[in-house]
Antibody, heavy 119, light 108 residues
Framework: EVQLLESGGGLVQPGGSLRLSCAAS????????MSWVRQAPGKGLEWVAG????????NFGDSVKGRFTISKDDSKNTLFLQMNSLRAEDTAVYYC????????????WGQGILVTVSS | EIVLTQSPGTLSLSPGERATLSCRAS???????LAWYQQKPGQAPSLLIY???YRATGVPDRFSGSGSGTDFTLTISRLEPEDFAVYYC?????????FGQGTKLEIK
């Protein structure tokens, strides 16, 4: 059974940093592209970042480019999102999602983790 | 960046009725890489439709998708009580991937 479990969220001050983790089980991380998607309270979905199965290619949404990095540790089957220079507008539930095969997009999602940026 | 505009913002219907949700892209989508997701309160989104018209595994056949180019539609043929939720379209052919702002389907 495919499962994605996020951790590392919490309260952080503006300008601070936080690293989110997404532990994957039921499949091999190195064979799938992965993404982070966020949802501000009461708002819609926003794609944040993506990484290819090999890890060679990463992409970012314009609102986080230069501040966030995405990486993974295939030996631990874990995806990461390093968030620096955090702003109040980064407050959201962050989901990790698996990019499926054969043009199937986000077929599995984690339950989400809340990040609150506030002083 | 491709902007997706969903309409209507809110759709009020009764169980058994037909729902038609629209998603318009600001530019033509590559190979119709357009997906639809359903999100219920407090839950992660769930994939319904991909490549405009293919149902994801386990999705009931009352859900169907259509469209190409810049105009796409999600149709729910006969609404069940569990279908009342928020629906998002997403384009995934061009980075950055983008989502529409959502359509809330509520019980009339």
């Amino acid at each position: 059974e495919v499962q994605l479990l996020e951790s590392g969220g919490g309260l952080v001050q503006p300008g601070g940093s936080l690293r989110l983790s997404c532990a994957a089980s039921g499949f091999t991380l190195s064979t799938y592209a992965m993404s982070w998607v966020r949802q501000a309270p009461g708002k819609g979905l926003e794609w944040v970042a993506g990484i290819s199965g090999t890890g060679a290619t990463t992409n970012f949404g314009d609102s986080v480019k230069g501040r966030f990095t995405i990486s993974k540790d295939d030996s631990k089957n874990t995806l990461f999102l390093q968030m620096n220079s955090l702003r109040a507008e980064d407050t959201a539930v962050y989901y990790c999602a698996r990019d499926g095969y054969n043009f199937v997009p986000f077929d599995y999602w984690g339950q989400g983790i809340l990040v609150t940026v506030s002083s | 960046e491709i902007v997706l505009t969903q309409s209507p913002g809110t759709l009020s219907l009764s169980p058994g009725e037909r729902a038609t949700l629209s998603c318009r892209a600001s530019q033509r989508l590559t190979s119709s890489y357009l997906a639809w997701y359903q999100q219920k309160p407090g839950q992660a989104p769930s994939l319904l439709i991909y490549v405009s018209s293919y149902r994801a595994t386990g999705v009931p056949d009352r859900f169907s998708g259509s469209g190409s180019g810049t105009d796409f539609t999600l149709t729910i043929s006969r609404l069940e009580p569990e279908d009342f939720a928020v629906y998002y379209c997403q384009q995934y052919g061009s980075s950055p991937y983008t989502f529409g702002q959502g359509t809330k389907l509520e019980i009339k």
